[in-house]
Nanobody, 120 residues
Framework: QVQVVESGGGLVQAGGSLRLSCAAS????????MGWYRQAPGKQRELVAT???????NYADSVKGRFTISRDNAKNTVYLQMNSLKPEDTAVYYC??????????????WGQGTQVTVSS
């Protein structure tokens, strides 16, 4: 079973940028949909962005125009470029891979998460 591992989190000031990486242990074509989710303290996990095997993308309204999801098939890696970061972006960010049915559910593949902290 293909697993995913996130990296790239850290502490950044408001207005700054970070790039998260999600590396798969096998081919990312194993997943029809790959995405990034986040969970802030005391809140439910929420969708940030997804990208399909065909390259179609989808974003949460709160990150549109600031975040960009992309994939490098040769490196089996999905990225999340985060610009103009805000304190409300502070959360643990999780990489996810699944089918069109399982994407984002407990039945899909999750990474261990990477912490992003944005200071004001």
């Amino acid at each position: 079973q293909v697993q995913v591992v996130e990296s790239g989190g850290g502490l950044v000031q408001a207005g700054g940028s970070l790039r998260l990486s999600c590396a798969a242990s096998g081919s990312i074509f194993s997943f029809i949909v790959m995405g990034w989710y986040r969970q802030a303290p005391g809140k439910q996990r929420e969708l940030v962005a997804t990208i399909t095997r065909g390259g179609s993308t989808n974003y949460a309204d709160s990150v549109k125009g600031r975040f960009t999801i992309s994939r490098d098939n040769a490196k089996n890696t999905v990225y999340l470029q985060m610009n103009s970061l805000k304190p409300e972006d502070t959360a643990v960010y999780y990489c996810n891979g699944g089918s069109t049915i399982t994407s984002g559910t407990r039945g899909s593949t999750w990474g261990q998460g990477t912490q992003v902290t944005v200071s004001s």
